[in-house]
């Protein structure tokens, strides 16, 4: 069982930045595939970055560039460092902990965090 716990969301201006974290609790965080994603109103829940349990990291087009996601293990923490931020960055963002086998295998159900939004306005 792991329990996540997003924060560092809030309102910034185009151009800013906002750096997100997601406490993980509950079992081994190391051995996890972290990701965050992302739903803005009206659209669908899209898979924004990912960092593996190796550490290889992964990220749509439109955020390469802009966005980083990093780990730290002994903290149990995953981070997702935002700048030059736009507004159709705009929505709540999650944090998701799966287990992946070497193979590719998916290990039981994927854990959630509750989302904290992000705003990107002038």
């Known amino acids: 069982q792991v329990q996540l716990v997003e924060s560092g969301g809030g309102l910034v201006q185009p151009g800013g930045s906002l750096r997100l974290s997601c406490a993980a609790s509950?079992?081994?965080?190391?051995?996890?595939?972290m990701r965050w994603y992302r739903q803005a109103p009206g659209r669908q829940r899209e898979l924004v970055a990912k960092i593996t349990s190796g550490g290889s990291t992964t990220f749509i087009d439109s955020v390469k560039g802009r966005f980083t996601i990093s780990r730290h293990n002994a903290k149990n923490t995953v981070y997702l460092q935002m700048n030059s931020l736009k507004p159709e960055d705009t929505a709540v963002y999650y944090c998701n902990a799966v287990r992946i086998t070497s193979s590719g295998l998916q290990i039981g159900a994927p854990y959630w965090g509750q989302g904290t939004q992000v705003t990107v306005s002038p």
């Open positions: 509950g079992s081994i965080f190391s051995a996890y595939d």
